[in-house]
Structures are given as structure tokens and as C-alpha cells.
């Protein structure tokens, strides 16, 4: 079950001025506190995302890394069959 966070609208109780609370996806955002039943709003939150680890992960979970070498010029350090592994913006226009 994904974790919100609530604020308090005015002073905290004993959860804080922001607290957290496990809840279903489905179930509707408080109104109110559920320790002292002062009005709160839900927040916006950052997520956690995972960045693969290393290139080879980042080619397998489909992703390109292009590393700048000179103006214009980049390497694929993630190439997959057929790809070229510099590209020459200069030159090609790749």
C-alpha cells in the first residue's frame, strides 16, 4: 500500500504538523486528522525511483547513455547490435 502525506491545515497534534499514513489507492484523501480531528490537506510528494546501476543495466532496462567526447561529438557507451557507438553531430548530423 503507497504511503501519503497529510499537513495539518492549522497547529500539529501528536502525528506532527505533517504526518504520513498508509492507505489504500482507492481510499479517499482525509479531511481530517485521524489522531485529533483538525483539518488537513494531502500532499504532493516526491517518489523514489531507482536508476539502474552501471551501463549494462542501463542498456537492459532500455535506456541510452551518450557521454559528450568533443563538441558535437558523443559515444555510445550503451550500443545495442547494429547502433553506432559514435556519433558525430558535426559531420553526419546523427
Known amino acids: ?31 481530517v486528522c485521524p489522531e485529533c480531528g483538525a483539518p488537513v490537506k494531502k500532499l504532493i510528494s516526491r517518489t523514489h525511483m531507482r536508476t539502474p546501476a552501471g551501463d549494462a543495466k542501463l542498456k537492459d532496462t532500455g535506456f541510452t547513455k ?17 547502433e553506432k557507438s559514435l556519433l558525430d553531430f558535426n559531420k553526419d548530423g546523427s
Open 66 to 82: 551518450l557521454v559528450r567526447r568533443d563538441k558535437g561529438v558523443y559515444e555510445n557507451v550503451t550500443p545495442r547490435k547494429g
Open 1 to 31: 500500500m503507497p504511503i501519503y502525506e497529510y499537513e495539518h491545515e492549522n497547529e500539529g497534534c501528536a502525528l506532527g504538523k505533517r504526518f504520513e499514513l498508509r492507505q489504500s489507492i482507492n481510499d479517499p484523501p482525509l479531511d
